[in-house]
């Protein structure tokens, strides 16, 4: 583990790069944003925040669709001293009202058809002003609207700023296991790892174009932000419609000439499909990043065959650690039959495995992933869990997944919520679904446990390549008999066109559980 290098508060790259290069394009959206002009509407907006009673360590929400005006609120946040809190603009309005309950955010950055999914009732008494994007739509009573114009065309003067590396700067919330979304709160000393090991790694260019493809609430999207700003490098702010659209991220990566792109695998597995990758300007890419969930070996060599230039890397991390550990993808990875390791950690990090009994494990053994250093976030909002207060155990953090070593390199085996037991036996179905995907008939798999007359059985989900018949019940259960034990084989298959996703792009399990709960589910 190598020392840390100082830590760099994110927003002081933007500053840096609007003096460095304050004509060159910062932010390709709804409108180009310079430099200049994105530091000084930030500057505007912090001082707006102040304006409006916003105080240090306060916490300011946003809840909009992707734009520009975003990415001025969330930087102008920072500024103030304060912590943005990006929220699902696809998400309900009642999860919504919910998350602004927990964070009790001093200003809320919305729009008038997100406004007008709540009520004044139950949002939090500190919620003193709601920043309207477009100046027409509801108001809520005893709340006062205020245009986004007031809080861009002010004084551009930056603020005096006092960041603290342990200063809260994001509160990300996530699927809570109760049901109830839960925030992790992220400092500057959190994201300082990832984005400094990237520049150096990587050798990012005030020349790239970043594409930011995961929504602001979504741990990935800090990468395409920070990382490109600490270069003076111009990010494209993809859509939440261009989002699952493989035409337009096609279309879009050709237009803005991108050349390093960050997404979940499940999303460049539907580019490759849809031929996205197959035109002369994806060429230009020169990283293809890819993190959140396991990139099946077939697609993964599809790829690499499409994208013969560009350097692929795997990156691994809870969004507890942000990115903890890469892997680079090369010739030898190619040759496996399995998903590519997660690979080693990042420096200034200390990575190890544990067994049941919190022991080291040993080579070749399977064991519970544990992370150690400034990545380590301090805990959820509120609420008192896997942080110990102690300083020397603060940075320490369990990822309850499950991993082996090979070579040298962390393997993902799956996750510990993900172990069950079946008749006896211990069953870790991520095992399954890497078998499950060596079939050329399956390009997607899920398996989830199913109660049906109390007895639990092994549901298998799955989606064919676009060119592929599909496969039977009997033809699935033959291909998993070589491949692993007999009471690890999935007793029903269902052939869906497309795996449902989560609003971060990850399998939804919640939705397949309710279709395996279905009285007459879709089943070969």
């Known amino acids: 583990m190598t020392r840390a290098a100082a830590v760099v508060p994110v927003h002081h790259y933007l500053a840096a790069a609007a003096k460095r290069r304050p004509d060159a ?40 669709p992707k734009s520009s005006a975003s990415v001025i609120a969330a930087y102008g946040a920072l500024k103030a001293g304060c912590a943005y809190v990006p929220l699902d603009p696809e998400q309900p309005g009642t999860r919504a009202a919910a998350i602004l309950g927990d ?33 027409e739509g509801p108001a809520l009573a005893k709340i006062p609207v205020v245009p986004l114009e007031a809080f861009t065309r002010g004084p551009a003067e930056p603020l005096a700023d006092a960041a603290e590396p342990d200063d809260l700067a994001i509160l990300l919330y996530t699927s809570g296991s109760t049901g109830v979304p839960k ?5 500057f000393r959190n994201l300082h790892p990832f984005v400094s090991w990237a520049i150096r790694e990587m050798d990012l260019r005030e020349h790239d174009v970043f594409a930011n493809h995961a929504g602001l609430h979504f741990d990935l999207s800090t990468f395409d932000l ?39 695998p499940s999303i460049l597995c539907l580019l490759l499909a849809a031929g996205g990758l197959d035109e002369a300007p994806a060429r230009a890419l020169r990283y293809v990043l890819f993190a959140g969930e396991v990139f099946p070996i077939k697609q993964l060599r599809e790829l690499r065959a499409r994208l013969p230039e560009a350097a692929l890397y795997n990156l691994y991390g809870p969004t507890e650690t942000n990115v903890c550990t890469y892997h ?23 990575a190890w495995i544990v067994d049941e009994r919190g022991e080291p494990c040993g080579d070749g053994e399977i064991g519970e992933l544990i992370i150690r250093g400034p990545c380590v976030t301090p805990g959820y909002w509120r609420r008192t869990g896997y942080a110990a207060e102690a300083d020397h155990q603060r940075e320490v953090h369990p990822t309850g997944d499950l991993v082996s070593i090979e070579a040298g390199e962390y393997v ?5 919520d993900r172990m069950v037991k079946l008749n006896g036996f211990r069953v870790e179905l991520g095992e399954i679904e890497a078998a499950l995907l060596q079939h050329e008939g399956i390009a997607e798999a899920a398996v989830i446990t199913a109660r049906a007359a109390d007895v639990t059985r092994l ?49 939804d399990l919640v939705r397949l559980a309710e279709l395996a709960a279905a009285p007459r589910p879709v089943s070969e």
């Open 103 to 135: 964070a009790e955010p001093t200003v809320l950055v919305t729009d008038a058809a997100h406004l007008g999914q709540l009520s004044a009732r139950g949002l939090p008494d500190s919620l003193v002003v709601i920043v309207l994007v477009d100046a």
């Open 328 to 350: 680079r993808v090369d010739a030898r990875a190619m040759a496996r039959e399995s998903p590519v390791p997660i690979g080693r950690p990042l420096d200034a990090l200390e």
């Open 183 to 187: 925030g992790v709160r992220i400092t």
């Open 459 to 507: 549901v298998a989900f799955y989606a064919p390549p676009s060119a592929h018949a599909g496969l039977s019940l009997l033809q699935m259960k033959a291909h998993c008999r070589d491949r692993l034990p007999r009471y690890m084989i999935p007793h029903a298959l269902t052939r869906l066109e497309r795996l449902p996703r989560n609003a971060n792009g990850k399998v």
């Open 412 to 416: 993902y085996r799956g996750r510990k």
């Open 25 to 64: 394009v910062a932010v390709i959206g709804e409108r180009r944003l310079t430099y200049a002009e994105l530091d000084a509407s930030s500057n505007a907006f912090a001082r707006a925040l102040w304006r409006h009673h916003a105080e240090r360590g306060d916490r300011i929400a946003l809840w909009l």
């Open 226 to 264: 920070f990382a490109a700003a600490a270069v003076g490098a111009a990010v494209w702010l993809v859509t939440e419609s261009e989002a699952r659209a493989p035409d337009a991220l096609a279309s879009g990566l050709a237009r803005h000439g991108v050349t390093i792109w960050y997404s979940v």
